[in-house]
């Protein structure tokens, strides 16, 4: 069975500009999480969705947003990136909620410039 | 405030040594303590969850354990392979926010 896959691998942006980042879970799977992990650092909670519907946030500026698909997929938006949200955006998919284990994608290496 | 505090930050053993890794915890009405294994330019990979105190689950090398403000990671006779950087993260109730908090990760490199 497929993991969680997330696209693009990799993505260069200059200062500004805004970026979209995507997610399949895993079949089955009908929450998606995400965290932004900077090097030498855990994960970091951003968003977590549930059948469509937003069902918890972390310590992030608005210009952080996400949506969830009915067919489960999701997409994480950043607007007018900075420097400092250069990291790996991780994007991980639970049957339900937090408190079942959340399987990972390989995640997203975001680079602004 | 640190919620999550992973200690050592860094472990280096030889092939065979054993030895544990701790994690401490200061969040409250704790739903499930999970562990979690991440390999260079990978996604943490799912290890155990942990759901009450005195819960022990063993994998291959590995026994994770769980009190009320603690959890241990237990590594017996560790080979190469289990060299990455191990990560624990709580899921707690309450605060509005409904993800994982990780802590910063216990970097390993078991050598030959």
């Known amino acids: 069975d497929a993991g969680v896959t997330q696209s693009p691998t990799h993505l260069i942006k200059t200062r500004g500009q805004h970026v979209t980042l995507r997610c399949s879970p895993i079949s089955g799977h009908k929450s998606v999480s995400w965290y932004q992990q900077v090097l030498g650092q855990g994960p970091q909670f951003i968003f977590q969705?549930?059948?469509?519907?937003?069902?918890g946030r972390g310590n992030f500026p608005d210009r952080f947003s996400a949506r969830q698909f009915p067919n489960y997929s999701s997409e994480l938006n950043v607007n007018a990136l900075l420097l400092g949200d250069s990291a790996l955006y991780l994007c991980?998919?639970?049957?339900?909620?937090?408190?079942?284990?959340?399987?990972f994608g390989d995640g997203t290496r975001l680079s602004i410039l | 405030e640190d919620q999550v505090t992973q200690s050592p930050e860094a472990l280096r053993l030889q092939e065979g040594e054993s030895s544990s890794l701790n994690c401490s915890y200061t969040?409250?009405?704790?739903?499930?303590l999970f562990w979690y294994r991440q390999d260079p330019g990978k996604g943490p990979e799912f290890l155990f969850t942990?759901?009450?105190a005195g819960e022990e689950k063993e994998k291959e090398r590995l026994k994770a354990t769980l009190t009320k403000k603690e959890s241990f990671l237990h590594i017996t006779a560790p080979k190469p392979e289990d060299s990455a950087t191990y990560l624990c993260a709580p899921s707690y109730s309450g605060g509005g926010a409904d993800g994982l908090t990780f802590g910063k990760g216990t970097h390993l490199i078991i050598q030959p």
């Open positions: 942990l759901y009450s």
């Open positions: 991980a998919s639970s049957l339900e909620g937090t408190a079942q284990p959340q399987h």
């Open positions: 969040v409250s009405g704790l739903r499930g």
């Open positions: 969705y549930y059948e469509k519907e937003e069902r």
